[in-house]
């Protein structure tokens, strides 16, 4: 079973801020997953990548599959940023699924100040 | 789209007694994954479903709890008897996965709201 680390477990920035989270994992994945739960509980899907790097607005999402690590960058950080961010990943296809359920890292509790 | 409908948004029963939690996945979509969320133990997959056949049930507690998937627009995930340890927040996600060459890696997974279930 795949082990999914993430750091920093709890994270506090003030506005404007360049914000890193980290997420590790110990054996190969088919994709990893940033997701993003609000303080109301409701879970969106940020990305979903496999290989180098993806952006949306001023987030930026990168994975090295060698090193087994993914990154989430938040660019000029608003409070509305604020959130708890979810790594999980998928396991390699060869494992013989097709849709294959998440494993998922315990969150990064992010609070951005104004 | 509505995306993903679980109903209810909340339920509050006392042990013992039974709790059915219902999805209805994104049209078109033919996986569906039920999720469970604590705060001692984070998100953890329960069980999923490809073209409404059970894959894989091994995250799903004990045989209290069982799923079923009769068509592909409904879900429900049932848990009888229910006790407090149950307390939890239950997502219900769906996909689409096509042609596993094409799309190897499958693919985005959306999740409806959750159901917070409180058992006392």
């Known amino acids: 079973k795949n082990e999914v680390e993430q750091s920093p477990q709890n994270l506090t920035a003030q506005e404007g801020e360049f914000i890193t989270i980290n997420c590790s994992y110990s054996?190969?994945?088919?994709?990893l997953h940033w997701l993003q739960q609000h303080p109301g509980g409701g879970i969106v899907s940020l990305f979903m990548?496999?290989?180098g790097k993806k952006k949306h607005g001023r987030l930026i999402a990168t994975i090295n599959i060698q090193e087994k690590h993914s990154s989430l960058h938040i660019t000029a950080s608003h409070p509305r940023d604020s959130a708890v961010y979810i790594c999980a990943v998928g396991p390699p296809m060869y494992s013989g699924g097709g849709a294959d359920g998440l494993t998922f890292g315990k969150g990064t509790h992010l609070i951005i100040q104004p | 789209d509505a995306g993903v409908i679980q109903s209810p948004r909340h339920e509050v029963t006392e042990m013992g007694q039974e709790v059915t939690l219902r999805c209805k996945p994104i049209s078109g979509h033919n996986s569906l994954f039920w999720y469970r969320q604590t705060m001692m133990r984070g998100l953890e997959l329960l069980i999923y479903f490809n073209n409404n056949v059970p894959i894989d049930d091994s995250g799903m507690p004990e045989d209290r709890f069982s799923a079923k998937m009769p068509n592909a627009s409904f879900s429900t995930l049932k848990i009888q008897p229910s006790e407090p340890r149950d307390s939890a927040v239950y997502f219900c996600?769906?996909?689409?996965?096509?042609?596993?060459?094409?799309?190897?890696?499958?693919?985005?997974?959306?999740f409806g709201p959750g159901t917070r279930l409180t058992v006392l």
């Open positions: 054996v190969g994945i088919s994709a």
């Open positions: 990548l496999s290989s």
């Open positions: 996600a769906s996909s689409f996965i096509g042609d596993l060459l094409l799309a190897p890696m499958g693919n985005e997974q959306f």
